[in-house]
C-alpha cells in the first residue's frame, strides 16, 4: 500500500520590497494595499505617504507585476 504525498506544512518563503508611489496619499494608501492583497502570495502591504511595503513570495510574482497592479490604480510607482 503506497501513502499519498503530505503538502508541505512549511512556512511560505516571502521577501520584503518597498515601492515608491508618487502622489498616493493615506486614504488612497489603503485601496492600493487592498488591490495587492488580492493578488495570490501577497500575505502583508503597508502603506505609508508616498510607498508601500509589500510582502510575497517571490515564486508568484516579481517586483513588476505588484508595480504594474499599483501602475493600473492609476499611480506612478518604481523601487525606491
Known sequence: MTQAPTPS???????????GVRGMDRE????????????EGVLKAVPDDGQIEVHYDPSLHTVMDLIR????????????
Open 9 to 19: 506544512t512549511s512556512p511560505v518563503k516571502s521577501i520584503r520590497t518597498l515601492i
Open 28 to 39: 488612497a494608501g489603503l485601496r492600493v494595499a487592498g488591490s495587492l492583497l488580492k493578488l
Open 69 to 80: 497592479d499599483i501602475r493600473q490604480q492609476g499611480f506612478l510607482a518604481g523601487m525606491l
